[in-house]
């Protein structure tokens, strides 16, 4: 993994920001790899939001001749925007710009950008997330140390492949390269499989009250990936459903094994003790080896005094401000990071200052 400063971009547009588009963008501005962020996102209050946190430095609503001056442009949507998205994009999209994406499924977009003739276009997936979703929730810390999945096809460019790699592992995370239906076919496994598995164990309980009223730390571990956004977790599932077909059946077949070895006590020991060693094998993601920042971002209104009123609020309740730094200021308003003592002092001011009024969020 590198820990120089990577290839610096002087535009950069970041597409959808929200909780990856948001991370990326911190990751670019945080490691200083890009001049200029733009965000785009078909969202009023979501580009306000990054705006006004210090996410982004402009906005866009559509895309446009102003795609001219990219040179790196980063797709975070929603997977089923996706293929529309590029063929609204393809036209301004300038030939030199490296494009990537940060979609869970990945065979039916490398395809698309192909079709279309983006010849910079390099397929990623960064294996990383939240249940909580948004700008507000959006960390560089998120990338630290996750596999980001890159599916380049016999058509991509070394030379593209070559540079998003750099981009990657200056983001923090480690790049690993892969045919785009060998990615669907694992993911489909590991990832999209395990959320299905989550939807009806949570169905079973939802149909007995007494279920849940035993559901402990267990179960809600097994089911955590159930309280992603329903409607993104829809659409990422359909759009690798052949893939995800065929691992249901696996897992049917994995089932039924089980079940028969419930009569010869032996085997299901040998099958308890081989899930057990697998599972203790995984490979445990610590997000940063750096020593935690205790930072706070405040999103503030264009109003005379908001340092002041900022540290009454958190002054009166014994928090002390170790830092404090104005990221951005802007006509509508602007956003303050602050340094904060203790690490328990974020939640607590992030609660006193959502009192009043003031958004907030954790920076990574």
Same mark, same amino acid.
């Given at each position: 993994?590198?820990?120089?400063?990577?290839?610096?971009?002087? @535009?950069?547009?970041?597409?959808?920001?929200? =909780?990856?588009?948001?991370?990326?963008?911190?990751?670019?501005?945080?490691?200083?790899?890009?001049?200029?962020?733009?965000?785009?996102?078909? #969202?009023?209050?979501?580009?306000?939001?990054?705006?006004?946190?210090?996410?982004?430095?402009?906005?866009?609503?559509?895309?446009?001749?102003?795609?001219?001056?990219?040179?790196?442009?980063?797709?975070?949507?929603?997977?089923?925007?996706?293929?529309?998205?590029?063929? !609204?994009?393809?036209?301004?999209?300038?030939?030199?710009?490296?494009?990537?994406?940060?979609?869970?499924?990945? #065979?039916?977009?490398?395809?698309?950008?192909?079709?279309?003739?983006?010849?910079?276009?390099?397929?990623?997936?960064?294996? @990383?997330?939240?249940?909580?979703?948004?700008?507000?929730?959006?960390?560089?810390?998120?990338?630290?140390?996750?596999?980001?999945?890159?599916?380049?096809?016999?058509?991509?460019?070394?030379?593209?492949?070559?540079?998003?790699?750099?981009?990657?592992?200056? $983001?923090?995370?480690?790049?690993?390269?892969?045919?785009?239906?060998?990615?669907?076919?694992?993911?489909?496994?590991?990832?999209?499989?395990?959320?299905?598995?989550? =939807?009806?164990?949570?169905?079973?309980?939802?149909?007995?009250?007494?279920?849940?009223?035993?559901?402990?730390?267990?179960?809600?571990?097994?089911?955590?990936?159930?309280?992603?956004?329903?409607?993104?977790?829809?659409?990422?599932?359909?759009?690798?459903? $052949?893939?995800?077909?065929?691992?249901?059946?696996?897992?049917?077949?994995?089932?039924?094994?089980?079940?028969?070895?419930?009569?010869?006590?032996? !085997?299901?020991?040998?099958?308890?003790?081989?899930?057990?060693? @697998?599972?203790?094998?995984?490979?445990?993601?610590?997000?940063?080896?750096?020593?935690?920042?205790?930072? $706070?971002?405040?999103?503030?209104?264009?109003?005379?005094?908001?340092?002041?009123?900022?540290?009454?609020?958190?002054?009166?309740?014994?928090?002390?401000?170790?830092?404090?730094?104005?990221?951005?200021?802007?006509?509508?308003?602007?956003?303050?990071?602050?340094?904060?003592?203790?690490?328990?002092?974020?939640?607590?001011?992030? !609660?006193?200052?959502?009192?009043?009024?003031?958004? @907030?969020?954790?920076?990574?």
């Amino acid at each position: 993994m590198s820990t120089g400063r990577g290839e610096v971009y002087k @535009t950069a547009v970041v597409v959808g920001v929200g =909780l990856i588009g948001g991370s990326v963008a911190l990751g670019l501005r945080d490691r200083l790899l890009a001049h200029r962020i733009i965000g785009l996102d078909a #969202s009023a209050q979501a580009l306000e939001e990054a705006l006004a946190l210090g996410v982004i430095d402009e906005v866009r609503a559509t895309p446009g001749e102003w795609l001219s001056a990219a040179d790196l442009v980063i797709l975070a949507v929603p997977v089923k925007a996706l293929s529309p998205l590029a063929r !609204e994009l393809a036209p301004y999209l300038p030939s030199s710009a490296l494009v990537t994406d940060v979609g869970s499924v990945k #065979s039916a977009i490398a395809a698309e950008f192909e079709a279309l003739g983006v010849r910079n276009f390099v397929p990623g997936h960064p294996m @990383t997330g939240s249940e909580r979703g948004g700008v507000a929730n959006a960390s560089a810390g998120l990338l630290e140390n996750a596999i980001w999945v890159l599916t380049p096809t016999e058509r991509t460019p070394l030379r593209a492949l070559s540079r998003m790699r750099r981009l990657v592992e200056h $983001l923090g995370a480690a790049a690993v390269v892969m045919p785009p239906d060998a990615h669907d076919n694992l993911v489909a496994t590991i990832s999209h499989l395990p959320y299905l598995a989550s =939807l009806a164990l949570t169905h079973m309980v939802a149909r007995d009250e007494r279920l849940s009223l035993l559901a402990a730390g267990g179960f809600r571990d097994l089911t955590r990936v159930a309280s992603g956004d329903p409607r993104m977790s829809r659409d990422m599932v359909v759009e690798n459903k $052949l893939a995800l077909r065929e691992a249901i059946q696996r897992f049917s077949r994995q089932l039924e094994h089980l079940a028969d070895t419930l009569d010869d006590p032996e !085997e299901l020991l040998v099958s308890a003790v081989e899930g057990k060693r @697998t599972r203790d094998n995984l490979p445990v993601v610590k997000r940063s080896l750096l020593p935690p920042k205790y930072d $706070l971002v405040v999103a503030v209104p264009d109003k005379p005094n908001q340092i002041g009123a900022v540290s009454r609020i958190l002054g009166e309740a014994s928090i002390n401000i170790k830092d404090i730094e104005v990221l951005a200021v802007r006509e509508h308003g602007g956003a303050l990071r602050l340094g904060l003592e203790e690490e328990s002092d974020v939640q607590r001011a992030a !609660e006193l200052l959502g009192a009043e009024g003031y958004k @907030t969020r954790n920076r990574g």
